[in-house]
DNA sequence: GAGCTCTGAATTTTT
DNA sequence: TTCAGAGCTC
């Protein structure tokens, strides 16, 4: 190979950085602890690529969100000043996303229809439940497992390419009684989407993996890319790395960049073992390990050194920071949630009083209904906030509604769209809609032929209006998928006025629907974005006038992933909501929430205030016992708060008071309230 | 067959 | 509190 050019910029990289950006032979392994650098690797990786000749559209940029594969293009753009427009040309995004493009390109060799439509979670679950009921297993002695169940058993079958048996008895195990029966749904849930023209999330991953196994046309689809690059590797599955394997060409690169110490997928299938066998997977490997952490002040990496020091696994890495002295991290306790909004809000207009924006501060929480009353506070003081994660606007049923008419246009086949639509008529009920759909089939799939459908009496007239919005929406083509939403909405508002509560909270969400579809030229692509890289904080459109407004962030853990923030507010740190009940099964899941309590601990740069209240109401269960006493997390031992300054908000009557004091006051007075 | 009402169960993280 | 499903009525 040719001698080794030097840029000027890779004088801003450490050692161990230079050595992965001008990686040059064989593939590469990148293990980066948290604040090392990774993005800004990566990035830089992108740079050198394209400066040492290669054509950026032969760059493949595998990224956890679509949002950190446009933060590390535009970052390289700047690195090489006049290069800037070729990074737009690299095949940035998700898997899924990727996949999706892959998919449409190439759709004759895995025999798909370039039109096919994407299946959302809440889409698969239904026709996941269509199936149970058809074969009339949803009322029995025993109960048959939920939708969500089924799809999580399917889904874990084909992301860890295990059998069915093995998932069942390992993380299914009061599933296990229904094997054939779940296996026969999955059998006709594969066959109905094939017949649709549908793909849910899992099948856009498996058809890749499908269309490099084949040699042949594994060499024309890995061909196209010269380099592929992958982030959060950690957190990826067994389909994706077998992606991996078959898009790599000896003659190419790859490389992947991840941090055992932040995997905190495993629910959805990802497993720390492809960062352990990439090596053996891709032989040749060199490993680079990233250990300056350039991202918290000492005190604070200090915490979180000991935090993950618990993990039984081996995390080889020894964080050291660049940034030295600071403020050691606050462990607070609370007298109640109330009072913890109190703390968090205080200390955040504090800290926006010293000068850090609101935007450069975040709450971080386990689940998402954990923000929910400091959300009603922030509301009240008229704080301005952003919240990522949780339930997402796609989600919502009028806005479902309102894609699944669009759905339907794009892929006539599509059953669960279809279904949808229908059943939001007066008069039309599953049966009859089941009829629809076959009316549409035997008409070749023509959405138009409802017009000859001959409806039952009732459901007459909202056919005939239904009707007509196709024989309106059909000329419209493909093209301008906003005008579509408006035409929709003309048909609909009546609709959602009837059925929904608040029409008018909702109403204005499908004016931000027609907003975003403004942004967009094809139907398809708009369909697409909208599923694969939803807009994942709530207010990316509420908020959209108020553009440049500064807003606190609210976030769940796991959406907070690859972020940073000058002040970071970890609440409800408590045993039972971190780790989550929920999670607290096992010896490995306990580990994975320790890793979720490291990548929140590991968010901060300069200021840390780890909460928790004391109080808390368990709502809805436990009858007559109103609230109940919680212990700080588990994963907050002596040696790691012997790090952090240990505060209690009490009453001022109450002085000197210690954590330790008013726990031990409090089992006393838990003792005494399981007599009143 | 559609649609309403009642009951009972469960409640995380996301592409 | 919310959601799904069973059962009842038109």
Redesign the pocket.
């Given at each position: 190979m040719a001698e080794q050019t030097t840029y000027p910029w890779l004088e801003d990289l450490n050692p161990q950085q230079r050595a992965a950006v001008a990686h040059r032979e064989g593939p590469l392994l990148v293990v980066a602890g948290a604040g090392s650098g990774k993005t800004k690797t990566l990035a830089y990786r992108v740079a050198y690529l394209i400066a040492e000749g290669v054509d950026p559209e032969k760059i493949l940029l595998l990224t956890?969100?679509r949002r950190a594969a446009q933060e590390m293009l535009s970052r390289a753009s700047a690195i090489m000043h006049r290069g800037a427009p070729t990074t737009g040309r690299v095949w940035g995004g998700?898997?899924?996303?990727i996949a999706n493009r892959l998919l449409r390109r190439y759709s004759k060799m895995v025999g798909l229809r370039r039109d096919f439509t994407v299946l959302?979670?809440g889409d698969s679950e239904d026709l996941i439940?269509l199936i149970?009921h058809d074969m009339g297993l949803?009322?029995r002695e025993k109960?048959f497992p939920?939708?969500?169940t089924c799809l999580g058993i399917y889904?874990r079958c084909v992301n860890g390419k295990d059998d069915l048996p093995l998932v069942l008895e390992r993380y299914f195990p009061w599933c296990a009684e229904w094997e054939a029966e779940l296996k026969t749904i999955f059998k006709q849930y594969v066959s109905r989407k094939q017949k649709r023209n549908v793909l849910d999330?899992?099948d856009l991953l498996l058809y890749w993996a499908e269309l490099v196994r084949d040699v042949e046309s594994a060499e024309q689809i890995a061909g196209q890319f010269d380099h592929i690059l992958v982030d959060e590797y950690q957190d990826t599955n067994r389909v994706q790395a077998e992606i991996l394997r078959g898009m790599y060409r000896p003659e190419g690169g790859i490389m992947v960049v991840g941090d055992d110490a932040q995997s905190?997928?495993g629910?959805?299938a990802a497993t720390v073992r492809n960062m352990l066998d990439f090596p053996q997977m891709f032989p040749g490997t060199t490993i680079v390990k990233l250990e300056q952490n350039y991202r918290s002040v000492s005190p604070i990496l200090e915490t979180t050194n000991r935090v993950i020091a618990q993990s039984s696994q081996r995390y080889a890495k020894d964080l050291w920071s660049a940034r030295g002295d600071g403020e050691a991290p606050k462990l607070v306790m609370c007298k109640d949630e109330t009072q913890q909004d109190e703390y968090v809000i205080s200390r955040v207009l504090e800290h926006y009083e010293q000068g850090i924006p609101l935007h450069r501060q975040a709450v971080l929480f386990?689940?998402?209904?954990l923000s929910a009353s400091l959300e009603l506070e922030l509301t009240r003081r008229d704080i301005p906030y952003h919240k990522?994660?949780?339930l997402?606007f796609l989600e919502a049923a009028h806005i479902k509604d309102t894609i699944s008419f669009l759905r339907i246009l794009e892929n006539p086949r599509d059953e669960m769209a279809w279904f949808r639509v229908l059943?939001l008529?007066?008069?039309?009920?599953?049966?009859?809609?089941a009829r629809v759909v076959d009316h549409v089939a035997e008409a070749r799939f023509d959405p138009r032929a409802i017009g000859a459908f001959d409806a039952?009496p009732?459901?007459r007239d909202r056919m005939a209006e239904l009707s007509i919005l196709v024989d309106d929406l059909v000329p419209l083509g493909t093209k301008e998928p906003a005008a579509q939403v408006a035409r929709i909405r003309r048909f609909y508002e009546p609709i959602l006025k009837k059925l929904y509560e608040n029409p008018r909270v909702r109403s204005r969400d499908l004016e931000s629907l027609e907003q975003i579809a403004s942004g967009y030229k094809s139907r398809r692509k708009f369909l697409v974005d909208l599923q694969?890289?939803?807009p994942?904080s709530t207010s990316d459109l509420a908020g959209a006038p108020f553009v440049d407004e500064d807003w606190l962030v609210l976030s769940?853990?796991?959406?907070a992933k690859g972020c940073e923030w000058d002040a970071v507010y970890l609440i409800h740190a408590a045993d039972g909501f971190l780790p989550?009940d929920?999670?607290a099964g096992s010896k490995e899941e306990i580990e994975?929430e320790l890793r979720?309590a490291y990548v929140a601990l590991t968010r901060a740069r300069d200021f840390l205030y780890v909460t928790w209240p004391l109080r808390y109401y368990s709502?809805?269960?436990a009858l007559g016992d109103r609230h109940s006493y919680a212990q700080p997390s588990r994963f907050l031992t002596e040696d790691v708060r012997t790090t952090m300054d240990e505060v209690v908000t009490v009453d001022e009557s109450e002085e000197e008071l210690t954590i330790d004091t008013v726990i031990r006051r409090n089992i006393a007075e838990r003792m005494r309230s399981m007599w009143e």
């Open positions: 956890f969100t998700t898997f899924h996303a959302d979670q439940n149970r949803h009322s109960r939920r939708k969500s889904s999330y899992d905190i997928y629910f959805r386990r689940a998402s209904h990522y994660g949780g997402r059943q008529l007066d008069g039309v009920g599953p049966a009859c809609a039952p009732a459901a694969l890289d939803p994942n769940t853990i796991h959406s989550s929920m999670a994975e979720v709502k809805w269960y």
